[in-house]
């Protein structure tokens, strides 16, 4: 299983991000993906998670109305829209996955919101 993540950067606050994580090495189409985050001294958190085929969907109540998770199943990759970010969205954001109760996670992508 490899899950690489994407699309970090700096942004400013209010300003938007699309983080991406690919996904190989099992079948994607069978297993619900999440995204998680960690800021530094604090514990990680999940963000939001999307079930197979995208009918069910949840997020931190940190979050709602302002982010978005997506699945492409035919590209395998998960993606998080994030709007309206404040600096405490500053964080490593990790997609995740679980598979046989192992927990798979990707490397993460830095997210930092400041002016």
């Known amino acids: 299983v490899q899950l690489v993540e994407s699309g970090g950067g700096l942004v400013q606050p209010g300003g938007s991000l699309r983080l991406s994580c690919t996904a190989s090495?099992?079948?994607?189409?069978?297993?619900?993906m999440r995204w998680y985050r960690q800021a530094p001294g604090k514990e990680r958190e999940l963000v939001a998670a999307?079930?197979?085929?995208?009918?069910?969907?949840n997020y931190a109540d940190s979050v709602k109305g302002r982010f978005t998770i997506s699945r492409d199943n035919a590209k395998n990759t998960v993606y998080l829209q994030m709007n309206s970010l404040k600096p405490e969205d500053t964080a490593v954001y990790y997609c995740?996955?679980?598979?046989?109760?192992?927990?798979?996670w990707g490397q993460g992508t830095q997210v930092t919101v400041s002016s």
């Open positions: 090495g099992f079948t994607f189409t069978n297993y619900e």
């Open positions: 999307i079930s197979i085929i995208s009918t069910i969907r």
């Open positions: 995740n996955t679980i598979k046989m109760r192992t927990n798979y």
